[in-house]
């Protein structure tokens, strides 16, 4: 399955994004659907995921409360719906699709191009 994310851009400390990533290419319902998210200098970290039936839901502690995953079967797309950003929410964005629903980078075999979220103070 081919990736792809965008929604990423420039906000205010307090504000909201929401960022977007279309498959293509298998069937999007066979797929647990995850975001992670790279800090400069800092390895790459989950964020939040969501399981092939939309039913479950994982999040960081950092963005629980904040951050809502869903996804949209007709378009075949996942959304990170971020509220109340941080200036530490700042990072480059990716998706990733994979079997079962799982918080480890491992458990994920596709990944799209990341999309860079930047939180100004």
């Known amino acids: 399955v081919q990736l792809q994310a965008s929604g990423g851009g420039l906000v205010q400390a307090g504000g909201s994004l929401r960022l977007s990533c279309a498959a293509s290419?298998?069937?999007?319902?066979?797929?647990?659907m995850g975001w992670f998210r790279q800090a400069p200098g800092k390895e790459r970290e989950f964020v939040a995921a969501i399981s092939w039936s939309g039913g479950s839901t994982i999040y960081a502690d950092s963005v629980k409360g904040r951050f809502t995953i869903s996804r949209e079967f007709a378009k075949s797309t996942v959304y990170l719906q971020m509220n109340s950003l941080l200036p530490e929410d700042t990072a480059v964005y990716y998706c990733?699709?994979?079997?079962?629903?799982?918080?480890?980078?491992?458990?994920?075999?596709?990944w799209g191009q990341g999309t860079q979220v930047t939180v100004s103070s």
């Open positions: 290419g298998r069937t999007f319902s066979n797929y647990a």
């Open positions: 990733a699709a994979g079997g079962v629903l799982v918080t480890t980078i491992r458990g994920y075999d596709n």
